[in-house]
């Protein structure tokens, strides 16, 4: 399996961005994609992540912080999961990663980094005026 994430770049507070994250050597199946961030001298961090099972999603997560602003989907046909973010802010500002992992996580689990097998190269989003 192999995760090609883009849509990064720079963008005003207050403005959006779409990243993708295609998936690549599975279709179906069930599996759960998280959308993870990085900012400089910080921790990695849950954005979002989806639970889904064929072609149906079971359950979505997003994190606190992003609450209301984010939102992550998935486009059946594309194999592809988006991470839509609405009213950005300077602290959203870090490398965006997708990962996945086989099987089903349970919700409490979606958030944990560790659990992914496989990751995205990352892709850069900077807010800033």
């Known amino acids: 399996v192999q995760l090609q994430a883009s849509g990064g770049g720079w963008v005003q507070p207050g403005g959006s961005l779409r990243l993708s994250c295609t998936v690549s050597?599975?279709?179906?199946?069930?599996?759960?994609l998280g959308w993870f961030r990085q900012a400089p001298g910080k921790e990695r961090e849950f954005v979002a992540g989806?639970?889904?099972?064929?072609?149906?999603?079971?359950?979505?997560h997003h994190a606190d912080s992003v609450k209301g602003r984010f939102t992550i989907s998935r486009d059946n046909a594309k194999n592809t999961v988006y991470l839509q973010m609405n009213s950005l802010k300077p602290e959203d500002t870090a490398v965006y990663y997708c990962?996945?992992?086989?099987?089903?996580?349970?919700?409490?689990?979606?958030?944990?980094?560790?659990?992914?097998?496989?990751w995205g190269q990352g892709t850069l989003v900077t807010v800033s005026s």
């Open positions: 989806g639970r889904y099972v064929n072609f149906r999603t079971y359950s979505t």
């Open positions: 990962a996945i992992r086989d099987g089903t996580l349970i919700a409490s689990a979606i958030s944990d980094w560790v659990q992914y097998e496989s």
């Open positions: 050597g599975r279709t179906g199946g069930t599996y759960n």
